[in-house]
């Protein structure tokens, strides 16, 4: 169910579904209750695929949104990555507190997810190295995350 919050300002609105990302079809349905498909829309998965059921699911789940969204769209998404054993350690040891699992994939795995699209300069990365700001002194530690924004093609 789409719910709209306040009055729709010129520059636009904002608009919450509750949604399951699972159930990819009913989200695109209702947000295209107010995006119009037929413009270029910005879609952004940002630390969230990691809980979904499984690998599979997850690259379903870009596909099937990416499938619905014209040339000149940009997907956003990163996600942890599974290079770091600290980190694997961290999200084994919240995985069994009784939350969502999360689990953290390989960077091919999420390459992968962005098959078909055109990456943005610099490309996939640490999501800290993504255009760090310019002030930064240093090269930072790569952290055990990366992403990527990329443009959906003319089909
Ligand atoms: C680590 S937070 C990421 C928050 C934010 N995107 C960020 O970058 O900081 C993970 C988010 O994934 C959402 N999430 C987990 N499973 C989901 C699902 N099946 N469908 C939709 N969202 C889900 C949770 O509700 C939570 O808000």
């Known amino acids: 169910m789409t719910k709209t919050i306040g009055t729709p300002p010129p520059e636009g609105v904002v608009s919450i579904l509750d949604a399951d990302y699972h159930d990819t079809e009913q989200m695109l349905a209702d947000a295209a209750n107010v995006l119009d498909f037929s413009q270029p829309v910005a879609v952004l998965f940002m630390g969230v695929l990691g809980y979904a059921r499984s690998y599979s699911d997850a690259a379903k789940i870009v596909h099937t949104t990416t499938a619905a969204l014209p040339a000149g769209s940009y997907l956003g998404l990163w996600d942890g990555t599974d290079d770091h054993p600290d980190y694997v350690r961290m999200c084994e040891h919240?995985?069994?507190?009784?939350?969502?699992?999360?689990?953290?994939?390989s960077r091919q795995q999420i390459r992968a997810l962005f098959d078909g699209l055109e990456f943005v300069d610099p490309g996939l990365v640490a999501i800290n190295q993504w255009r760090p700001p310019a002030t930064e002194i240093g090269q930072a530690t790569p952290l055990p995350a990366c992403g990527a924004l990329a443009r959906i093609p003319t089909r």
């Open 94 to 105: 919240y995985n069994r507190s009784g939350a969502v699992p999360y689990t953290p994939r």
